[in-house]
């Protein structure tokens, strides 16, 4: 009798749930049938669309200019397809041998021209070009095999090679009159004014001096000038017969600043102090390089930390630790997101172009202050160009005034700068 | 919950290296001997596959079916590579270590040189007068104080970094303003730069909360 009961109960459920899914699912089988039918004479008419035939589609390939051979200009002439209503795209389609296996390397819409970024000088490319429909193609035929070819010269640039020119010829002026014995003013520099009084402190209080090179390389400039600097503060350190300890992060940077301070040494008569333990490298990992001179920061407590080269993150944690054990610290970089940190955390900070400047500052020697002032000569002129620039194009455009219109195209020619659509 | 052995060495050493914030102590110590060991290690297995397998041995001796000519061209950068070993034979032959460096640093301010002039300079000089350019084509309030800030900025900044000149008088006011201009560039620099570093400290949080911990899901 239980049986029966729970069999009738279950059956009834059953029928309850399928009739209830029946009701909500019989409408939306109801409503995407009658969509079908709605789209599909559409579809149909899509269908047995006719593209009119045109005439062929005539493609031009050429190299790309100033370039170091590493791309092709695909262009091609319209009959007329981008008018037609069902008109998608153009398809640009390269081939590197004679199957028909391509692939395609771009679309275009209005603008009849593509650029194949990824050609080859070595390898011959040949092209077609196709205007797609929704059901249709019309391809053109295959272009003539093409490489792209090296430009030795990057003529889009020249006026980088004239200012290049004008400065150098500066630097090479200035160079030649300080060899004959002009003296050629420089402002002073505040942080480098420290240098010495930093390295006595560091004597004084019987403690040593920490010297980091950036984390960059020696293909940095800003690293070959921080050794620059070093050179002068070891010869500091070598006179006061203090301590130095440079950790590194590139191991050629390493072998360069030996050089430096065993050079240092010997300029202050002090060969037999160096060691090459002055000098030691940690690890290329930028945190791991980071967290071994923290540890040497806190366990050695350097009176003096100079920051002289590229840094990138670990600005502030390197700074802040020489804060937190009461160093004077000297930091210098041309790396503009982290100048804010050792501007807050340092005693003195070389901004930008003072670290370069710094070299020839320290230095005294005519080849390195006449490049300075050389270069003097070249910020001058940007100036000149920014002002001349600014009042040009104002009067050019504004009052349309003939002189400053000239002005205005040769500077936009040289500089490329592009006038907006209004 | 899984038992992972190198989520717990990773979160330990988390730990050890942010036990540097209360002082110099063992656990900080041994985590900074682990990272600079480790890192000096994988760096060298990694140079030496990127380099003097993959770049070396493979341009020189690359697999016929590829087709690649062989690239005897890097036998200079490997000549270079040997002469840097030469001061293991002390004082004697050290010398000879100079010349690879030499060619380092002549090479990189040679190449840089134009680099710097293109990227510094005249994409210095095209932002600024193309900032006035446009501010000119369509004139409103807004973009013409926008052009004149730039320009006067850029221009006093130049002025800062003019070294020939004592930075007294009209010039000296000129240059206080550069200053002005680059501090106030570096605090908004600051501020910016300050919060993306706190994303790093709440990536290694949220690793700590729910890699190892799993109280964040």
């Given at each position: 009798m239980?049986a029966?009961l729970?069999t ?5 459920t059953?029928?309850a749930l ?8 019989a409408?939306?089988a109801?409503?995407a049938?009658s969509d079908?039918?709605a789209e599909?004479?559409?579809s149909?008419t899509?269908?047995?669309?006719q593209?009119?035939?045109l005439g062929?589609?005539l493609?031009t390939?050429?190299d ?7 791309a092709?200009?695909?262009?091609w002439e319209?009959?007329?397809y ?5 008109f998608?795209e ?5 081939y ?5 296996n391509g692939m395609?390397?771009?679309?275009s819409?209005l603008?009849p021209e593509?650029?194949d970024?990824?050609a ?5 490319h040949?092209?077609t070009v196709?205007a797609?429909?929704p059901?249709h ?13 090296i430009?030795w010269?990057a003529?889009?640039?020249y006026?980088v090679i004239?200012?290049?020119i ?5 630097v090479?002026?200035?160079?030649e009159?300080a060899?004959?014995g002009?003296?050629l ?7 480098l ?8 402190r560091a ?5 040593p ?7 960059q390389d020696?293909?940095d400039?800003?690293?070959l ?8 503060v070891a010869r500091t ?10 950790p590194?992060?590139?191991?050629l940077?390493m ?11 010997n300029?202050?008569g002090r060969?037999d102090?160096?060691s090459d333990d002055m000098?030691h490298?940690?690890?290329?990992e930028?945190?791991?390089?980071v967290?071994?001179?923290n540890?040497?920061m ?13 840094f990138f ?7 802040e ?5 009461e ?6 970089t041309a790396?503009p997101a982290q100048l804010?940190?050792f501007v ?13 400047a ?8 005519p080849?390195?202050?006449g ?7 070249g910020k001058?002129l940007?100036?000149i160009?920014i ?9 050019a ?5 003939g ?8 500077l ?10 209004r | 919950m899984?038992?992972?052995i190198?989520?717990?060495?990773a979160a ?9 914030l ?7 110590k041994?985590?900074?001997?682990i990272?600079v060991?480790v ?9 030496f ?12 001796f690359?697999?016929p079916t ?6 005897y061209i890097l036998f200079?950068?490997?000549?270079l ?5 030469s ?5 004697k032959?050290g010398w000879i270590?100079r010349?690879?460096?030499a060619f ?6 040679g190449?840089k ?5 293109a990227s510094?300079a005249?994409?210095q000089?095209n932002a ?7 501010a000119?084509?369509a004139?409103t ?10 320009t006067i900025?850029?221009f ?6 003019f ?10 006011g ?7 201009v680059?501090?106030i560039?570096?605090?908004a620099?600051?501020g910016?730069?300050v919060m ?10 949220d690793?700590l909360?729910?890699d ?6």
């Open positions: 239980t029966k729970y009738t109960i279950t059956a009834i059953i029928t399928s009739l209830l899914l029946l009701l909500i699912a409408p939306h109801l409503l049938q079908a039918v599909s004479p559409d149909a899509t269908a047995v669309a593209v009119p035939d062929p589609i493609i390939v050429e790309f200019p100033s370039d170091a051979g590493e092709l200009i695909i262009g319209d009959p007329g981008v008018s037609l209503p069902d998608i153009y398809r640009v389609t390269r590197t041998d004679d199957s028909d395609v390397i771009g679309t819409v603008n593509v650029i970024g990824e080859s000088h070595s390898i011959a040949s092209y196709a797609v429909f059901d193609e019309v391809i053109s035929a295959r272009s003539e095999p093409a490489m792209a070819e430009q010269v003529a889009d640039k006026a004239i200012i290049g004008f400065v150098c010829a500066a090479i002026f200035f160079i009159t060899k004959r002009k003296t003013f420089l402002r002073r520099i505040a942080g004014e420290a240098i010495d009084e930093a390295v006595g004597t004084e209080m019987g403690r001096i920490l010297f980091v090179a950036g984390i020696m293909d400039v800003q690293t000038a921080g050794l620059t600097i070093l050179g002068r350190v070598a006179q006061y017969d203090s301590k130095i300890n440079m590194c992060r590139a191991s940077v072998t360069a600043g030996r050089e430096v301070i065993k050079e240092a040494y300029v202050a060969p102090a160096y000098v490298y940690v690890t290329d930028q945190f791991g390089f967290a071994a001179t540890g040497i806190v366990r050695e407590k350097p009176a003096t930390c100079f920051y002289l080269g590229a993150a670990e600005s502030l944690i390197l700074a630790t020489g804060n937190s054990i160093a004077i610290q000297i930091a210098g790396m804010p940190f807050a955390a340092c005693d003195y900070t070389l901004i930008g172009e003072e670290l370069f710094a070299s020839a500052y320290l230095s005294e020697e080849r390195q202050l490049s300075l002032k050389g270069q003097d000569v001058a940007a100036m160009a002002v001349v620039g600014g009042i040009s194009v104002t009067l455009q504004a009052w349309d005034i002189l400053f219109q000239v002005i205005e195209s040769a936009r020619t040289a500089f490329n700068i592009q006038l907006p659509v | 899984q038992f992972d190198g989520i717990w060495i330990l050493l988390t730990l050890g290296i942010i036990s540097f209360y002082k110099d102590n063992v656990i900080y041994v985590s900074e001997a990272f060991g890192s000096a290690g994988f760096w060298f297995i990694s140079l596959w990127d380099n003097i397998y993959r770049k070396f041995w493979v341009g020189v690359p697999d590829s087709g690649k000519e062989p690239q200079g950068g490997v000549l590579g040997v002469l840097m070993l001061r293991l034979f002390g004082n032959a270590s010349w690879p460096l380092i640093v002549g090479a990189t301010a190449l040189m134009i680099t710097f002039l510094n005249v994409a000089i600024t007068v193309g900032n006035f350019v446009a000119v084509a004139p309030f807004a973009g013409l104080v926008t052009a004149s800030t730039v900025g850029t006093c900044g130049l002025v800062y970094f070294f020939s000149k004592e930075h007294k008088g009209w010039f000296g000129l240059a206080q303003v550069g200053t002005w680059l501090m560039t570096f605090g620099s600051f910016y730069t993306s570093r706190m994303s790093l400290l709440l990536g290694r949080i690793f909360l729910s190892w911990l799993h109280l964040i899901k």
